[in-house]
């Protein structure tokens, strides 16, 4: 690694999105809400998927690499699944940002190409759910 460049624990809410939009499968052909099923059934383990790759650009951290796991990641930290995920740093390189750059609104938010940005939400809500109702019990 290059310097400052390290492998550092950031929260999935704290970095942003350098695409306007993603694919809803992974290159492995598994959808986005399949990955979140495998992950909360413990059949995935977070720590197995490859390193998102970030750098700093305005003061906020983008995803360079690993846009669907940024959003898949999101939405486990929004449920209280998961807090913060191990990510690899970069130092900024303009022609790596700007050739992944394409968000309109800073990186805040994605659309996913291939499902309505609320189905997939709401596909996550009743995966969610089930988790919920099968996997977790009341103490």
Known sequence: ???GESVVYKYPSEIRFTHDSIQSNF???HSIPE???????KKIAVESLPLMEVMKHEGEWFVVRGN???FLFQE???RGFLKQVSVQT???NSDLFYKQYTSPNRGKSVRIRG????SVRTELDK???EYQSSYCTIM
Not at 35 to 41: D, E, K, N, S, V
Not at 115 to 118: I, V
């Open 27 to 29: 290159r492995d052909g």
């Open 90 to 92: 970069r130092n900024f």
């Open 68 to 70: 669907r796991r940024l």
């Open 35 to 41: 990955t979140f099923r495998q992950i909360l059934m």
């Open 115 to 118: 499902y309505g940005q609320d």
């Open 1 to 3: 690694m290059g310097n």
């Open 76 to 78: 486990l930290e929004r």
């Open 127 to 129: 995966i969610w759910a």
